[in-house]
Structure formats: C-alpha cells, structure tokens
C-alpha cells in the first residue's frame, strides 16, 4: 500500500520518531494513588485542638477519618525482566483528601469552657518545586506540602472564658493553612501481572503526616490546631512490554500507517479506567503524549519485513 503524509505535523511527529529511536529510558508513569481504607496503621489520624490563655493550656484531641486520592507523577526505569529497577522522582500534583468532622470541648473549670468543631475539612498535597527526588524508595517530605483549603473550625466559649474568647472562625477555603512536613516518605512499586502485552504495577506511597498550625493568636490568647498520623494510599498503572503494542493497525509491523494512527489519537485524553486509546503505551493515565511517543519510536520497523 502506497502512503503519502500530508501534514507537516505528521512529518515531524515521523522525523521525531526516528530520532527517538534509541533504548528506553527512565519511564513517567501518571498514578492516581487512592488512600487505602482508615486503620490504626494509616489513614486514621489524632488531630488536637488547644487554647493558651495565659500560661495555662487547656487540649482535647480527636480523631479523623481520610480519604480521597492524590495525583502523582512517578519516573522510574525497570530491568529487562519488567521488574521495576529504580524510583528516581515523584511529584504530587494535587487530588482531593476529605477528612471526617471533629469536635472538641475545652475545660476551663469554673470560668467556663470552649466548644470547638472542625467541619467539612479537605486538603491536597503539592510538590511546588518539582520533581521531588526519590533515593532507595525514600523522599524527603520537605519536598511537598499539605495544603488544608476546604472547611472551617469554629470556636466559641461560654462563661468568663467566652467573655474574653471572641468566638473565632477559620475558613480554609478564604485563608488556606499550607504545612510544611518534616521526615521521611516511602515509595514502594511491585509489579502485579503480566497479560495481553502489557504489565501491571502496584504502588503504594506511605507518608507520615504532622502539622502544627497556630490558627489564633491575639494578646494572651493563642489557639493552635495539630495533626499526625500517617497517610497511605496506593494505585496502579500499566506498561507496554511488547514491541507489537505500537502495531496500531494489527499487520505485525510497526510503520509509517502505524504514525498515522497515532497521530489520530496525539494528545487525546480518556477515561483511565477504561481507556479506549491503543497509542497510550506508556504511563497509563490514558494520555497520548511525549512518553508514548518514545515507547513507539522505541518499536519502529519491529516485525516489518524490510
Ligand atoms: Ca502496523
Ligand atoms: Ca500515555
């Protein structure tokens, strides 16, 4: 069959392809990571709330309940056995953490008491300066950053103590709470199966989370909100291992109607759950882009006849 390529983009892509064309490197694989369900071990956190009046401070802790997803940019490089070989970044990019509500109730004896509650609380976690390194399956947390920007805390008192504690009101949405983290992450990716040309892999990011935030402060009042625990979450993506997943048309060769195909599938994005695009070959967030691009040039002329 005789092709001719009309567009210049289909040219370049073409030219692209032909300088790519060299030994794969370090793949980026897109991971939505969802948090595994709460457990003394993950996912259940103390959180505290604290009044100082004067030198004496008055706490009362609760827990909360996470979950919700965090987007995450993972490069990695595997062996030829399609084990993964080595975790080299990873970049959060957002998502969404819903925590359950709190309340809590300070006493202050006979002068009276604060009613505090915690509803609707949501946050998300950033690396702002990415990509945030990896060494042996370690990150450092101040690397990236909780942001608390969903919810309010209300706070009011009642007695002598609600007479000097006007009631106090924070609006994470209006004024978001960014906590910076100290410690270490974990990253572990293990390889789950293998079927149709493609392998399937785990990753599970562990994160110990502690925050302590000074929410008011106002002559010798000072009210601080705390949070520790540990975040999990975990997720999956997938991976061409054959050369014949960039065979688009299903001829046994990969070539110049293969681009073709491709091109017609450049840049679209899908559902990852069940991803209708053949040319998403890498990263498994169900995009065509720059990463499939090279797992494609990485094939050419596999199986032709030439
Ligand atoms: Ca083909
Ligand atoms: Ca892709």
Not at 54 to 65: K, N, Q
Not at 75 to 91: K, R, Y
Not at 238 to 247: E, K, N, Q, T
């Amino acid at each position: 069959m005789y092709i001719t390529i009309h567009s210049p983009f289909l040219w370049s892509l073409f030219l692209t392809i032909l300088l790519l064309h060299s030994p794969i490197f370090a793949e980026v694989m897109f991971v939505d990571l969802t948090l595994v369900p709460p457990s003394s071990q993950a996912n259940l956190l103390d959180t505290s709330f604290s009044v100082t009046v004067g030198t004496a401070t008055v706490s009362d802790t609760d827990t909360t309940e996470i979950s919700g997803d965090v987007f995450s940019e993972i490069e990695l490089s595997f062996d030829p056995s399609n084990q993964p070989d080595e975790i080299t970044t990873v970049t959060f990019n957002g998502g969404r953490i819903e925590m359950t509500d709190v309340s809590y109730r300070l006493n202050f004896s006979f002068l009276g008491s604060i009613i505090a509650d915690g509803t609707g609380i949501a946050a998300t976690v950033l690396t702002p300066i990415p990509p945030g390194s990896v060494s042996e399956n370690t990150f450092e947390l101040s690397e990236h950053v909780v942001i608390l920007n969903e919810g309010t805390v209300y706070a009011e008192g009642t007695g002598l103590i609600g007479s000097q504690f006007e009631p106090m009101s924070s609006d994470f949405a209006q004024e978001p709470i960014e906590a910076t983290m100290e410690g270490q992450g974990q990253i572990e990716v293990t390889l789950d199966h293998i079927q149709n040309e493609k392998a399937y892999y785990r990753v599970l990011v562990t994160l110990p989370l502690s925050i302590d935030h000074v929410a008011y402060e106002e002559s010798d009042i000072v009210v601080r909100l705390g949070l520790s625990g540990t975040l999990q979450a975990e997720g999956w993506f997938s991976r061409c291992i054959a050369a014949l997943c960039a065979d688009l048309t299903g001829n046994g060769c990969v070539d110049v109607e293969d681009v073709q195909a491709f091109s017609d599938q450049w840049l679209a994005i899908g559902n990852p759950a069940d991803c209708p695009l053949t040319a998403d070959l890498a990263g498994g967030e169900c995009y065509v882009g720059l990463s499939d691009l090279a797992v494609f040039a990485d094939s050419w002329l596999v199986g032709c006849l030439l």
